[in-house]
């Protein structure tokens, strides 16, 4: 027989670095999960993903109980890492801070097409550009399609 839901919590975690301080601590703590078990769990899981943030969703049972899943890496972080700048521009129709080029678009929506909502690789590289220009981000070259 299935357990019974009691909740959901998503958080934002750097991968193998999971630890009961804020905001894991009090997140989970609400919710009356173990917190050392979820950060031991997390960080055995996430250690070939070391200092990258994973976003994750974590299923609370009606007996304390837990299961998560975790996801790559937000689109935002990819692209900083990408075109190697330290934030996105505070005024990104104005003010330009970085560039990318279609492969490393190609690249990141192949990453991340599991947790999209496109069906084809156009469609999620569409996407990926768009939050590109929303940050100030140029996307230098041809576009493939």
């Not at 989970?28 to 173990?34: A, Q």
């Amino acid at each position: 027989m299935a357990k019974e839901v009691s909740g959901f919590v998503r958080l934002q975690v750097k991968g193998g670095m999971a630890n009961p301080a804020p905001p894991i601590g009090p997140a989970l703590g609400s919710k009356g999960v173990n917190i050392m078990e979820f950060c031991k769990q997390f960080n055995a899981r996430t250690q070939d993903k070391m200092g990258k943030v994973l976003p994750v969703v974590l299923t609370v049972y009606s007996d304390k109980s837990f299961d998560f899943i975790i996801k790559t890496p937000p689109v935002a972080i990819q692209l900083v890492e990408y075109a190697k700048i330290q934030k996105g521009s505070a005024e990104p129709n104005r003010k330009k801070v970085g560039s990318v080029t279609w492969d490393e678009v190609r690249t990141i929506a192949g990453e991340k097409m599991p947790d999209l909502n496109c069906f084809t690789e156009e469609s999620a590289m569409k996407l990926v550009a768009g939050t590109a220009r929303s940050m100030g981000i140029t996307v230098t070259g041809d576009a493939p399609f």
